[in-house]
């Protein structure tokens, strides 16, 4: 088994829009243009370990890679996610991790409080 090399990946700005759900701006790497993530878009049907898990969003991005490699793919019922859905999927989970232990840390307050 050979180990496989990953580069470790830049950080991208990542910035929820306004008014629209799921969608993001992303920064570009080299800092100069913005490409538009949407994370529901592309809808699959995966199966894994026997389960038909429904609703695994490959979500989009308007940058030429997306548009021209991977939506084939991704159409085709594959995961073909770009680093800028890749980067806002990292957001988004960071997100959702800190409200979460943000709630637990306001449970364990409120716990303290009444005992
Ligand atoms: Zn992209």
């Known amino acids: 088994m050979t180990a496989q090399k990953k580069t470790p990946r830049k950080t991208l700005s990542v910035a929820p829009i306004e008014g629209e759900r799921f969608v993001f701006n992303v920064e570009s790497e080299n800092g100069i243009e913005f490409y538009r993530v949407d994370l529901t878009a592309i809808s699959l049907t995966v199966r894994a370990h026997g389960t038909t898990i429904l609703n695994t969003f490959n979500g989009q991005c308007d940058c030429s890679h997306f548009q ?3 939506l084939p793919l991704a159409r085709h019922g594959f995961i073909a996610r770009c680093k800028h859905i890749l980067a806002v ?3 988004f989970l960071d ?3 800190n409200e979460y232990l943000k709630a637990e840390i ?3 307050k409120r716990q303290e409080r009444s005992a």
Do not use: G, K, Q, T
């Open 68 to 70: 021209f490699r991977l």
């Open 89 to 91: 999927r990292d957001y």
């Open 95 to 97: 997100s959702i991790m």
């Open 106 to 108: 306001e449970a364990v």
